[in-house]
Each structure stands twice: as structure tokens, then as C-alpha cells.
């Protein structure tokens, strides 16, 4: 047992998934708090409203059952990968972290908390102790898609979360939408959320969708996709979340 804890890292573990404070879905008038120990299995089987869709629909692609049953929400964040299943859903969501140490606590948006493959602004001695949603938000309709190189437990080529609200006229008052795994730090798309503000709430908001959207990505060229081809794969995405969207599907693997 003392070999197999060496090898996790150079000092005692603190396991604190089993602190009840930090677990737990609560939603009151004005926010959604979800607990940073949260699993993505306790996230499945909330009952939350239609905006947490698409989250729901990442949490089913965070590896396997049995990491979905361990893994917890702010452990995603913290990870800061580009490929992260968690952060795109969670940008258009409009989610503000809550960090705490023994010295004091603070607030910090989720757009402002990564800054780069693996870095946050996670300060010596802080926990992510939990996650802040606008309930406003969580009525909306939503979607997420990723693309891998297969079906089950892959690391995203691609990922895209689509959150929209609609009016009363049917049409669409907010747009808000999120691309992982094409660029350092998962990207909201402001140009396309513009284009679809105001555009009717059916089938033709996928050709909203243009090449200049995608400009301000900056993907890699790895062993999962050329730059090139996760641009064209982004674009294919978005159109199909956007399509989710309106048949009120949450989406899944592409």
C-alpha cells in the first residue's frame, strides 16, 4: 500500500470526496450550486432544468461508468485540459467558481479560472468548493456533441455545447456557444452568437453557421486530427448541436 501511494505523488493524499459539504445539487431562485465533489453520475441523475442538457449529456462522455461514479465535476475543471467534456457545456452556462482556502474564499468566473493546457488560477492551499449556474440560464435549450476516434471512452477530437433561449415569438434571444479541444483554453464563439440572435427557432439556425466562425480557434495538429480537419469537424458540429437544439436532443458522441 505504501509503494502504491509513492507512486500517486510525492507526499501524503487527501481524499475529500467523501466531505458531504461539498456534494450536492441545490436550485434555488436566482442560481444553480452544484458541490465541486460532485460526481458526474450524481449529475446524470439530477433532475435539473432543460439548460443542463447539454452538461448532462458531457457527463455521459467523461470516460467510463466507473469514472463518471468517481470523478467529480471540479476535478474536470482543475484537470485544464483542452480536451475537457465538462468546460464547454459549463461556459455557455455561464459558470462561476467558487474557491476556497483556510484564509479566505473568493468567486471566479469558469471563462477567467483556466488559462491555458493545464493551468488555472487555482492559488496554493485552494479547493474549487463548488459551482454557481444563473437560473436564468438553466431554461434554456441545450446540446452537446463530441467527436472521437471512436465511440466509447475517447479523449475529444472536437467538442461543442449549445445553449439558446428562445422567445416568446419563437425566436432566439440568446445564443450562447462553446468549442473544446481547438485551442488552449475552450472558446465561447461571440460572431456566432451574434448571427443567431433573432433568427427563427428551427431548422435553419444551422446555416448560421460560417467558415469565419471557426477563425479565432487555434487547433493543433496531433495524433487525433489535423488542424484543418478539427476546423471542418468544428463547423459540422455546430450545425448538428444547433440541430439538437430545436429536435430537443442533448447530443452525445457525433
Not at 436566482?30 to 432543460?50: H, K, M, N, Q
Not at 449529456?57 to 470523478?71: L, Y
Not at 475537457?84 to 482556502?101: K, W, Y
Amino acid at each position: 500500500m505504501v509503494g502504491a501511494m509513492a507512486e500517486l505523488g510525492p507526499g501524503p493524499i487527501l481524499d475529500i470526496t467523501r466531505i458531504p459539504e461539498l456534494k450536492g445539487i441545490t436550485v434555488a431562485d436566482d442560481a444553480v450550486a452544484i458541490g465541486g465533489a460532485t460526481t458526474w453520475s450524481e449529475l446524470v441523475a439530477a433532475d435539473l432544468p432543460s439548460g443542463f442538457d447539454g452538461l448532462k449529456a458531457a457527463a455521459r462522455e467523461v470516460g467510463s461508468v466507473q469514472i463518471q461514479n468517481r470523478g467529480t465535476i471540479a476535478g474536470n475543471l482543475c484537470n485544464a485540459s483542452p480536451a475537457a467534456d465538462g468546460v464547454p457545456p459549463l461556459l455557455t452556462l455561464d459558470a462561476e467558481l467558487e474557491l476556497r482556502s483556510s484564509e479566505a474564499s473568493r468567486r471566479l468566473p469558469l471563462a477567467e479560472f483556466i488559462t491555458g493546457n493545464r493551468k488555472t488560477r487555482l492559488q496554493p492551499g485552494e479547493l474549487v468548493t463548488g459551482i454557481r449556474i444563473p437560473r436564468r440560464l438553466s431554461e434554456g435549450r441545450s446540446s452537446f456533441l463530441k467527436l472521437g476516434s471512436r465511440r466509447y471512452l475517447v479523449i475529444s477530437i472536437v467538442s461543442v455545447a449549445v445553449l439558446l433561449l428562445p422567445d416568446r415569438q419563437d425566436r432566439i434571444a440568446e445564443a450562447r456557444i462553446a468549442v473544446g479541444a481547438c485551442s488552449a483554453v475552450p472558446l465561447r464563439l461571440p460572431a456566432l452568437e451574434a448571427a443567431l440572435t433573432g433568427r427563427p427557432f428551427d431548422a435553419s439556425i444551422q446555416d448560421a453557421v460560417t467558415a469565419d466562425h471557426a477563425a479565432t480557434l487555434t487547433p493543433i495538429d496531433d495524433v487525433r486530427g489535423t488542424a484543418g480537419y478539427r476546423r471542418d469537424a468544428a463547423r459540422h458540429l455546430l450545425r448538428q448541436a444547433l440541430l439538437a437544439c430545436v429536435d430537443g436532443r442533448a447530443g452525445g458522441m457525433a
